[in-house]
């Protein structure tokens, strides 16, 4: 079974700082999703990345793929509080039809 | 609004009752999936529908039966839950190719508990 490892798992940082979530996955995959879940609420995409070396940029966020290493990564430029949510990532295998195999998620809270 | 909607938002039922979840899609979707959220765990994929026919069912207890009358409607009828149960229930659809797969979209979840 395909296996997606995010850490860290809770991550707390000050406004204005930056820092990088790290999203592994154990078989090979060309398909990687970033979502965003604010608490009680559903799951918002932010990413799709389809191919090595993706990399794509909304805002203070930038999410890069590296299919070779299996890593994906989600990185925050300059936090704001807004981005206080859950980050997961999920991957789809090369045979594992439309199942998505979603990470443990990343609990990230900004503090002022 | 992901243009995928889900019915009741919050459910309170007991053990012996009998209860159904629905999710309906407005993006022409042709694939549909139920997924179970419960604290600290990853996101479990329950069952998944392409073209109305379901093609997944991860080891499901029978205690859930889903039902896909069309590619917008999905249901998930419930009896003789068990307290364990208790979790968000998180509907989602894509449009499936035979190239390549699509971004899922999700409802907002129906947020289930079991006395």
């Known amino acids: 079974e395909l296996k997606v490892e995010q850490n860290p798992l809770f991550l707390s940082m000050q406004e204005g700082k930056n820092y990088t979530i790290y999203c592994n996955y154990s078989?090979?995959?060309?398909?990687l999703y970033w979502y965003r879940q604010d608490p009680g609420k559903s799951l918002e995409s932010l990413f799709v990345?389809?191919?090595?070396?993706a990399v794509k940029q909304e805002g203070r966020l930038m999410a890069s793929l590296d299919t070779k290493a299996r890593l994906s990564t989600l990185h925050i430029t300059a936090a704001v509080h807004d981005l206080s949510a859950t980050y997961f990532c999920a991957v789809v295998g090369p045979d594992t039809g439309n199942q998505f195999y979603f990470g443990t998620g990343t609990s990230l809270t900004v503090i002022p | 609004e992901t243009g995928v909607t889900q019915t009741p938002r919050h459910l309170v039922m007991g053990m012996t009752n009998k209860k159904s979840l629905k999710c309906e899609q407005h993006?022409?979707?042709?694939?549909m999936y139920w997924y179970k959220q419960s604290a600290k765990k990853p996101l479990e994929l329950m069952f998944v529908?392409?073209?109305?026919?379901?093609?997944e069912n991860n080891s499901v207890p029978s205690r859930f039966s889903p039902e896909c009358p069309n590619s917008s409607h999905l249901f998930l009828h419930l009896h003789t839950l068990q307290p364990e149960d208790s979790a968000l229930y998180l509907c989602?659809?894509?449009?499936?190719?035979?190239?390549?797969?699509?971004?899922?979209?999700f409802g907002p979840g129906t947020r289930l508990t079991v006395l």
């Open positions: 990345l389809l191919s090595n070396g």
């Open positions: 078989t090979t995959s060309d398909r």
């Open positions: 529908y392409s073209l109305e026919e379901r093609v």
């Open positions: 989602a659809s894509s449009q499936e190719s035979g190239i390549s797969y699509n971004e899922q979209f």
């Open positions: 993006l022409g979707h042709n694939a």
